[in-house]
C-alpha cells in the first residue's frame, strides 16, 4: 500500500509516524498523569481493528505519580510479550468523559503482513467486503514469528 | 568545539545564584523554624544540600556525570522526627532536581512483604511503583529482615529493593528509619544494604527544654496557650514522663497536649453559667495538665501507646 508504508498498523494516537522512544513514551504517560488519568497498558496479536478490548497487562495504574513506573511495566510486558502489539491507554473518569482520552502503540511485531480483503458475492450482484489479518490465519500466540 | 570549551571553563560560578533559584534555602529555613532542636541533623542535612548543589554545578560543566547515591538512613527513638524530616529530604531533593516529583511514600515491612510464596515480588514492586519520582520512606526497615526465620519473605523484598536501589538511582530514593540499635542489627545482616546507603543520619532524643519549646509551638499551631502556671506544671510533667517506659519524645508531648485540651474542655463545660471570655477558650491551666495520671498515680495516661506508631510523625 502507498498510503502504508510497510504495512504498519495504524491504530490510535501517533501511529503514522515512526515508533515512538522511550523518551517520547515518557513524555505522553508525564501528560496523561498530570491530566489525574489512568494510564493502562495493554496487549494482543490481534490486529483487526474491531478488536476493541486486549489483554490487560495487570491493573490500571491509579496511583501512579511518575511515569517511571509505568514504562518499567511496559518493558516487563515486551519481555513477555516481544512479538505482540502493546498499547498504552489513558483512561479519564470525569463524569461526561468516562473514556479512553489516550491510546498508542508502544510495541510492535517485527513482521507485520497486514489486511487481506474478502469480497463476498451476494444476491443482485451485491458485493460485502470483509478486512481479514493474514496473521490471525493462525491460532493465538503463533501469529508472528 | 575547544573554544566553547573554555568559555564555560572561565565563566565565574555562581553558588548563590545556583542556590537561590533552586530555593533550597527556604526548606532549610523552615526546618530550622519549625524543627526544635536536633542541631546534628540539621548540620548534615545542610552538609547534604551543600554537596547536592555543588554536584549540580559540577554537572553541569561536565565534571560528573554519574547521579549520586542518594539513599539514606535515619537511626533514633521514635517521635524524633524522623518522617518530618524526611518529608523535608523529599521536598530539598526535588528542589535540587535529584526527584522528579517530589512525593513521599511511606511505609512499613507490611506493605512490602507478601503472606505467601509469589505475593512478595509484586507487592514490593507496586510500592517502588508507586514511590517513583520521589522518595520512599521504609519505617521500622530493620523489620524487614527475620534471622530466626529463615523463610521469611522479607529476604526476597531486601532483594528487589536493592536491585532497584542500584539500577534506578534516577528514579527514587530511599529512606529507611528504625531505631539505631536494631537498625545496626539489620546492616550487619545485610552488608549489601549498607554499603548501598550514603547517607546515615542519628536523631538525637529532645532535651527537657525542647519538648517545652515543642509543646508551645504545637499549641500555638491550634490557637492554644499555656498559662504561665501551667508552663511551669507542664515542664515538671515532662521531666516526670521522661523517666517512665515508652516515652515517645514529641508523640508524647502531643498526646499529653491532646489530653490536656480534652480535660479544658471539661473544666470549661462543668463551669457552665459563667461567662467564657476568648482568653478562657485559649488558655491551658494547670489543673488540666495536673490531672494527668503521670502526677496522681506516677504511670503515663498512655500506657497502652505502642512503642512507635509506624509511619506517623
Known amino acids: 500500500m502507498m498510503t502504508n508504508y510497510g504495512n504498519k498498523l495504524t491504530q490510535g494516537q501517533f501511529s503514522f509516524l515512526p515508533d515512538l522512544t522511550d523518551e517520547q513514551i515518557t513524555a505522553q504517560i508525564k501528560y496523561a498523569l498530570q491530566q489525574g488519568w489512568a494510564v493502562n497498558v495493554e496487549f494482543t496479536d490481534d490486529p483487526h481493528p474491531r478488536n476493541t478490548y486486549w489483554e490487560m497487562w495487570g491493573l490500571p495504574m491509579f496511583d501512579l505519580k511518575d511515569p517511571a513506573g509505568i514504562l518499567y511495566e511496559i518493558n516487563e510486558c515486551r519481555k513477555a510479550y516481544p512479538n505482540h502489539y502493546i498499547r498504552v491507554t489513558a483512561y479519564d473518569s470525569t463524569r461526561g468523559w468516562e473514556t479512553p482520552r489516550m491510546s498508542f502503540i508502544v510495541n510492535r511485531p517485527k513482521e507485520e503482513p497486514g489486511f487481506g480483503l474478502v469480497r463476498t458475492e451476494t444476491n443482485d450482484r451485491h458485493i460485502v467486503y470483509t478486512v481479514r489479518p493474514y496473521a490471525t490465519e493462525k491460532p493465538e500466540n503463533e501469529r508472528y514469528g | ?313
Open chain 2, 1 to 313: 568545539m575547544p573554544e566553547q570549551q573554555t568559555t564555560v571553563q572561565n565563566e565565574a560560578i555562581d553558588l548563590d545564584a545556583e542556590l537561590r533559584e533552586s530555593n533550597v534555602q527556604e526548606v532549610l529555613d523552615q526546618l530550622d523554624r519549625e524543627l526544635v532542636g536536633l542541631a546534628p541533623v540539621k548540620t548534615r542535612i545542610r552538609e547534604i544540600a551543600a554537596l547536592l548543589l555543588v554536584d549540580r554545578l559540577r554537572r553541569r560543566l561536565e565534571l560528573t556525570s554519574e547521579t549520586p547515591t542518594l539513599h539514606m538512613c535515619f537511626t533514633g527513638n521514635p517521635g524524633t522526627g524522623k518522617t518530618t524530616v524526611a518529608m523535608r529530604m523529599a521536598d530539598i531533593l526535588h528542589r535540587l532536581g535529584y526527584v522528579r516529583q517530589g512525593h513521599l511514600v511511606a511505609v512499613t515491612r507490611d506493605d512490602l512483604v507478601g503472606q505467601y510464596i509469589g505475593h512478595t515480588a509484586p507487592k514490593t514492586k507496586e510500592v517502588l511503583k508507586k514511590a517513583m519520582g520521589g522518595v520512599l520512606f521504609i519505617d521500622e526497615a530493620y523489620y524487614l529482615y527475620r534471622p530466626e526465620n529463615e523463610r521469611d519473605y522479607g529476604q526476597e523484598a531486601i532483594e528487589i529493593l536493592l536491585q532497584v536501589m542500584e539500577n534506578q538511582r534516577d528514579d527514587l530514593v530511599v529512606i529507611l528509619a528504625g531505631y539505631k540499635s536494631k537498625m545496626e542489627r539489620f546492616f550487619q545482616s545485610n552488608p549489601g544494604m549498607r554499603s548501598r546507603i550514603a547517607h546515615h543520619i542519628d536523631f538525637p532524643d529532645y532535651t527537657e527544654d525542647e519538648l517545652l519549646a515543642i509543646a508551645k509551638l504545637m499549641l500555638a499551631q491550634m490557637n492554644y496557650r499555656f498559662s504561665p502556671e501551667a508552663e511551669e506544671v507542664f515542664r515538671e510533667y515532662i521531666r516526670r514522663r521522661m523517666r517512665m517506659p515508652h516515652f515517645a519524645n514529641a508523640r508524647s508531648v502531643r498526646n499529653a497536649l491532646d489530653r490536656a485540651r480534652l480535660r479544658q474542655a471539661n473544666r470549661l463545660f462543668a463551669a457552665r453559667g459563667r461567662k467564657l471570655t476568648r482568653e478562657d477558650l485559649i488558655t491551658i491551666e494547670p489543673e488540666d495538665i495536673l490531672a494527668s495520671r503521670v502526677f496522681t498515680e506516677g504511670a503515663p495516661d498512655e500506657g497502652s501507646e505502642p512503642e512507635a506508631a509506624p509511619a506517623a510523625s
